[in-house]
């Protein structure tokens, strides 16, 4: 929001283009350079949270961030090559450190047998403050 209110006020390059979706990002990318500068320039949802975790919550518990390993879990295989762009990691270490597909950490869980419904409740860890519902709607 933050970033089309300045594209807005300071008539910057509109219309400006999600950018959470690498495929996307990629496929304009290929087809579409000289339309790059439409693309918003926040990282991913998952990009992130990964550097929120080396960053904000490495120095909140007093760890290197070399010694957190942030893993993902994510619906699309674009997310793996994500996290090996050079653009994405800018701190010297990558953001987020693997990346699961959900069939992937299925087949984990079914090797390791491990019921994910099975496991107890936990409290939400809100490191950052209360969510709301509101991101639900987003990928809609």
């Known amino acids: 929001a933050h970033e089309l209110l300045g594209r807005l006020n300071d ?4 219309p400006m283009f999600t950018s959470c979706c690498p495929g996307w ?4 990318e290929n087809f579409y350079p000289d339309m790059l500068e439409h693309l918003s320039t926040c990282k991913s949802p998952q990009g992130m949270q990964g550097a929120i975790a080396k960053t904000y919550y ?5 760890k290197d961030p070399e010694d ?3 893993v993902g ?3 699309c295989t674009a997310k793996k090559s994500e996290i090996r762009r050079p653009l994405v990691n800018k701190n ?3 953001d987020t450190d693997h990346i699961f597909t959900t069939r992937e950490f299925g087949k ?3 090797i390791h047998s491990l ?3 099975s496991l107890d409740d936990q409290e939400f860890d809100n490191p950052l403050g209360e969510a709301s519902g509101a991101g639900d709607i987003f990928g809609t």
């Open 92 to 94: 010297g270490y990558q």
């Open 25 to 28: 990002v990629k496929f304009m």
């Open 58 to 62: 490495a120095e909140k518990v007093g």
């Open 108 to 110: 984990l869980c079914d």
């Open 11 to 14: 008539g910057g390059t509109l």
């Open 73 to 75: 879990v994510m619906p």
């Open 115 to 117: 019921d994910v419904m």
């Open 68 to 70: 957190i390993i942030m």
